[in-house]
């Protein structure tokens, strides 16, 4: 048994500017199998280098989707990487079984209470609702999604909160089964 294969795709247009990705991403860095990627600093033109990125989703087992909610989905940095990365004859379709059997983990951060993302909250609907279209992504592309690590109200969290929740994420990313290769 070796060391779980984990990588942490961070998705924050600006690293520089964020608070709780920035403070989440601090949070794993030192655990064991983790492979943490930046994708606005690895590509600040958006021009995103589809065989490297394949080769890194090839290399682990578990893919872990770390972002801010930006209007009700992912920031514009991931779609671009999912428009470049996740083609056809790799992710789908004929030949593209090369993500099948893994792990998709979600970790997002959102401005909006819990209580918001309600039927007659402000935001109107579930987060499960809006994350259709990445549980879908997942169906086709034959990954396994676990259940998403969200921290809401991410403007208002204490300290204290944000301590915790990094605990949580670095238990979960520890609870990993280590790879057996
Ligand atoms: C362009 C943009 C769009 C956003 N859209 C939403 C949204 O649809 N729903 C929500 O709850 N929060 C939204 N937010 C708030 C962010 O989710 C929140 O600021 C972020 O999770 C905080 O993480 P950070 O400190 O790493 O930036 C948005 C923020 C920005 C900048």
Redesign the pocket.
């Known amino acids: 048994m070796t060391a779980p294969r984990i990588l942490v795709i961070v998705a924050?247009?600006d690293?520089t500017?964020?608070?709780?990705?920035?403070?989440?991403t601090a949070g794993i860095r030192d655990l064991d199998g983790v492979t943490i990627r930046d994708l606005a600093s690895a590509y600040p033109d958006r021009r995103v280098d589809t065989a490297v990125e394949q080769q890194l989703l090839r290399d682990h087992d578990t893919i872990v989707l770390q972002?801010?909610?930006?209007?009700?989905?992912v920031?514009g940095v991931l779609k671009e990487w999912m428009d470049q990365v996740l083609t056809h004859g790799f992710a789908y379709g004929n030949g593209g079984d090369q993500l099948h059997g893994k792990r998709l983990q979600l970790v997002?951060?959102?401005?909006?209470?819990e209580s918001?993302?309600t039927p007659t909250g402000h935001?109107r609907f579930t987060m499960a609702e809006l994350l259709r279209p990445l549980e879908a992504t997942a169906h086709l592309c034959g990954l396994d999604m676990a259940e998403p690590l969200i921290?809401?109200s991410?403007?208002r969290v204490a300290p204290e909160e944000l301590a915790a929740h990094i605990a949580r994420y670095r238990e979960l990313l520890s609870a990993v089964p280590a790879a057996a290769h």
């Open positions: 924050h247009p690293l500017t964020s608070r709780i990705t920035a403070h989440l972002f801010p909610w930006h209007w009700y989905s920031p997002i951060s959102t401005g909006g209470p918001s993302y935001n921290l809401h991410a403007h």
